[in-house]
């Protein structure tokens, strides 16, 4: 089976989120997972660290184990702001050429889903920071209504990675759209805020997932894990993704790219 890894970039400094709670609610999920036994004191100790030094993003880090394993993967970034994404434009620029410097892809993180003349602007803006004439959304929180997808595709975009319905690639209305069949968060929290699982079970669940995807039948399975969890903070989910990839690697699957699938999907849809 085919695997496409992604990674959504939410935040890149504390500093961002000073008129907002989301560090706050870091600082009590830390203290409630370490009280429920899901994290040891030192990890809790490293996200207090990792809060004073001010940076939250880890996308150099995620590239090199990316690199290493011959996953190139996709990083959707933010273009507006909204639901705890407060990076500007200008800040984000340079981690978008770093990332298609080094091979990788990159997308749009989009706010605007039901409102096409924002979503237009946020096209604009990544497309003229990119370069890109092609590239893909996925939703801040995988938010969608019944004229997402019709709004996408008249935006613009090549592809959208938003839908949370377990199916293969396809095409709707006039745009490829691909299923998160598994992310960080549903593996590690299981429908809870916090932290629910321990790493073995965590991939455990990830691993029936794919199972289940090969069973249907699906071509690419599609997993989605966030770069901020890379790092020592939160090491029980830095383990399971690179559990994962491991695991997924040793089953002979083959990691592509939105764009790779793309072609492969319309050539076999549209043979010569």
């Known amino acids: 089976m085919r695997v496409i890894v992604s990674h959504d970039v939410d935040h890149l400094r504390v500093r961002e989120h000073w008129k907002d709670v989301i560090i706050p609610k870091m600082l009590v999920r830390g203290k409630y997972e370490l009280l429920r036994g899901r994290i040891p004191f030192g990890e809790l100790v490293r996200r207090y660290t990792m809060i004073l030094h001010g940076r939250m993003e880890h996308i150099e880090e995620v590239m090199r184990f990316d690199d290493r394993m011959g996953v190139r993967s996709c990083f959707f970034f933010g273009m507006a702001n909204g639901l705890g994404l ?119 669940h990830t691993m029936s997932r794919f199972e289940r995807a090969e069973a249907m039948g699906i071509g690419t399975f599609n997993l989605l894990f966030h770069d901020v969890y890379y790092t020592p903070a939160f090491n029980s989910w830095r383990s399971w993704y690179e559990q994962v990839v491991r695991k997924l690697a040793e089953r002979g699957c083959t990691f592509t790219t939105y764009t790779e699938a793309m072609r492969t999907s319309e050539a076999r849809i549209d043979p010569m």
């Open 86 to 204: 407060n990076y500007s434009r200008e800040r984000v620029a340079p981690f978008i050429q770093r990332v298609l410097a080094r091979g990788f892809e990159a997308g749009v993180h989009g706010i605007a889903f039901n409102n096409e003349a924002a979503m237009m602007e946020e096209h604009e803006a990544f497309a003229a920071i990119s370069g890109l004439k092609e590239f893909g959304i996925r939703m801040h929180y995988l938010r969608q209504d019944a004229r997402t997808i019709a709004l996408v595709e008249r935006t613009g975009y090549s592809f959208d990675a938003t839908s949370r319905t377990f199916e293969d690639s396809r095409r709707v209305d006039g745009i490829w759209e691909f299923s998160v069949h598994e992310m960080d968060t549903w593996a590690m929290c299981g429908g809870s805020r916090y932290q629910a699982r321990n790493t073995s079970d965590a991939v455990a």
